[in-house]
C-alpha cells in the first residue's frame, strides 16, 4: 500500500507555478523548485515528474486560475464595449500591482519556449484561442446593441484585442507607468469605436 503523500500537491503545484512566472523555464532550476515547493526531489519527480512535466502543469494551473479569472469579465457579462473596456483597465491595475512585474505567465512562456517546445506551444495555443474567443463574443454583442457597425470582421478585430492584450503583458515586465497602459488602452478603443 503507497504512503500518503506528507505535502500537499495542489499547494506544490501552486508555488511551482508562481516559480515558473518570477524566472521562467530555462533559469529555474530544480533546486529552486524543491525549495519553494518545501518538498525534497524525490517526492517532485515521484509526484510530478521531470521539470518539464512540472512546467506543463503549472502552465496549466495559470490557464485555470489566472486566465479565468481575467476572462471572468468577458466570458460572464452581456455587456459589449464595456466588458471590453473593463477587461483591459483590469488589466492594467493587475499589471501594476504585481510585486516584480511579472508579466503574464503565458506570454512569458510564448517568448521563451513556444518555438522549440510543442507540449508548451500547445498550452500558449489554447490560451489565446480562449482569449481570443472571448473577445470575439464581447464584439458581436458589441454589435447587436448597435455600439459598433456591422462591415468589419469581428474575427480579426478579437485577434487584435488578443495581441494587445498579450503586448500590455510583455511591456509591464520593463514597469511602464499607469500613464503609458492607460495611453495605449486608449488608442485600442479609439480604434474600436470606428468599426
Same mark, same amino acid.
Given at each position: 500500500m503507497p504512503r500518503p503523500k506528507e505535502f500537499d500537491p495542489d499547494k506544490a503545484l501552486e508555488k511551482a507555478m508562481h516559480v515558473f512566472w518570477r524566472k521562467g523555464y530555462e533559469a529555474t532550476s530544480v533546486q529552486d523548485l524543491v525549495d519553494q515547493m518545501g518538498i525534497n526531489r524525490f517526492s517532485m519527480y515521484d509526484t510530478f515528474g521531470?521539470?518539464?512535466?512540472?512546467f506543463l502543469a503549472a502552465l496549466n494551473r495559470y490557464q485555470q486560475k489566472m486566465v479565468s479569472e481575467n476572462l471572468r469579465t468577458l466570458e460572464h457579462s452581456q455587456e459589449g464595449l464595456r466588458?471590453?473596456?473593463?477587461?483591459?483597465? %483590469?488589466s492594467v491595475d493587475w499589471a501594476l500591482a504585481q510585486k516584480g512585474c511579472q508579466g503574464c505567465l503565458m506570454t512569458n512562456s510564448a517568448v521563451e519556449l513556444a518555438a522549440h517546445?510543442?507540449? %508548451?506551444?500547445?498550452?500558449?495555443?489554447?490560451?489565446?484561442k480562449r482569449i481570443e474567443e472571448a473577445f470575439y463574443k464581447a464584439l458581436l454583442r458589441a454589435r447587436e446593441k448597435g455600439e459598433i457597425g456591422e462591415s468589419q470582421n469581428l474575427r480579426d478585430y478579437a485577434r487584435f484585442l488578443t495581441n494587445n492584450a498579450q503586448g500590455l503583458g510583455v511591456?509591464?515586465? %520593463?514597469?511602464?507607468?499607469?500613464?503609458?497602459?492607460?495611453?495605449?488602452?486608449?488608442?485600442?478603443?479609439?480604434?474600436?469605436?470606428?468599426i
Amino acid at each position: 500500500m503507497p504512503r500518503p503523500k506528507e505535502f500537499d500537491p495542489d499547494k506544490a503545484l501552486e508555488k511551482a507555478m508562481h516559480v515558473f512566472w518570477r524566472k521562467g523555464y530555462e533559469a529555474t532550476s530544480v533546486q529552486d523548485l524543491v525549495d519553494q515547493m518545501g518538498i525534497n526531489r524525490f517526492s517532485m519527480y515521484d509526484t510530478f515528474g521531470d521539470k518539464h512535466r512540472l512546467f506543463l502543469a503549472a502552465l496549466n494551473r495559470y490557464q485555470q486560475k489566472m486566465v479565468s479569472e481575467n476572462l471572468r469579465t468577458l466570458e460572464h457579462s452581456q455587456e459589449g464595449l464595456r466588458a471590453i473596456r473593463r477587461f483591459f483597465q %483590469a488589466s492594467v491595475d493587475w499589471a501594476l500591482a504585481q510585486k516584480g512585474c511579472q508579466g503574464c505567465l503565458m506570454t512569458n512562456s510564448a517568448v521563451e519556449l513556444a518555438a522549440h517546445d510543442k507540449d %508548451a506551444a500547445a498550452i500558449v495555443r489554447a490560451s489565446l484561442k480562449r482569449i481570443e474567443e472571448a473577445f470575439y463574443k464581447a464584439l458581436l454583442r458589441a454589435r447587436e446593441k448597435g455600439e459598433i457597425g456591422e462591415s468589419q470582421n469581428l474575427r480579426d478585430y478579437a485577434r487584435f484585442l488578443t495581441n494587445n492584450a498579450q503586448g500590455l503583458g510583455v511591456l509591464t515586465k %520593463a514597469r511602464p507607468d499607469r500613464r503609458v497602459l492607460e495611453g495605449i488602452v486608449r488608442i485600442i478603443f479609439a480604434g474600436l469605436k470606428k468599426i
